[in-house]
């Protein structure tokens, strides 16, 4: 990829000698091309791709910036979906799988913890506060989803009793469905939202705890390979009983 700044400048440099260098660009050709970029990207991530500042990103994409300086048009016009790392894709379908597993009983902390990924991203996921997210947590996240959406956690312990009741009252509060209750044919699709209502599951047995492999590890900033899986029943309504008290 080319540096996009040093791009501008000699651009601007070859322009400024015939003196055929306009000081301004036209904002609504600008504004289009950012708005396909943040399809897949943040306004952070399009801001350091161009070497501009994200608030800057931010007023063009919002068109608070009745004109744009040439220098900074040009750095943005510059950067292509492909130039933006790490690709992003709609944060839709992740926000449903881990509401749905949080409506098992998981933590966000737990979730967090089996991701091996920090509480300032999952949550924000979770309440619904992200666009995209990055393609290798996306696929984790499936995977979580994968080895867990039939899984309660643990209850051994009062922490443990505690922790999965808070993780039920929430699901509960905003009417989170269990993972049985998601439409796997429809859960990637941007908008979707599930016509299930949250009702409570016992699950088929206890979660791992550690799934992916990741505790004690640094989130991976690379793809992650696919992983094979073991054969699993269909998910359909498994687990939906009445509550029934846990035993003590």
């Not at 926000?95 to 967090?112: N, Q």
């Not at 991203?121 to 506060?129: A, D, S, T, V």
């Not at 004690?216 to 094979?228: D, T």
């Amino acid at each position: 990829m080319v540096n996009p700044q040093l791009a501008c400048k000699q651009n601007r440099a070859r322009q400024i000698a015939p003196g055929t260098w306009p000081p301004w660009a036209d904002p609504a050709h600008v504004r289009d091309h950012v708005h396909r970029l943040l399809q897949t990207a943040t306004f952070q991530a399009v801001g350091d791709a161009a070497r501009v500042g994200e608030k800057t990103v931010w007023e063009i994409a919002h068109g608070t910036r009745p004109v744009i300086k040439a220098g900074t048009a040009q750095a943005l016009l510059a950067v292509q979906p492909g130039d933006l790392r790490p690709p992003r894709v709609d944060a839709n379908g992740a926000m449903w799988r881990l509401r749905s597993l949080v409506a098992m009983g998981h933590t966000t902390r737990r979730i967090t913890t089996a991701l091996g990924s920090s509480s300032h991203i999952i949550e924000p996921l979770i309440r619904g506060e992200r666009a995209t997210v990055a393609t290798a947590l996306r696929d984790d996240i499936d995977r979580l989803f994968d080895a867990w959406w039939d899984k309660r956690p643990s209850r051994c312990t009062p922490a443990e009793k505690s922790a999965a009741c808070r993780a039920l009252q929430r699901a509960a509060v905003h009417n989170w469905p269990c993972p049985a209750a998601l439409d796997e044919d429809e859960l990637d699709a941007p908008g979707y939202k599930p016509a299930g209502r949250w009702r409570y599951a016992r699950g088929t047995g206890i979660a791992a705890e550690d799934p992916l492999g990741k505790r004690g590890q640094e989130p991976a900033p690379g793809p992650v390979r696919a992983v094979a899986e073991p054969a699993r029943p269909p998910r359909t309504a498994v687990g939906y009983p009445q509550p029934e008290p846990e035993a003590s």
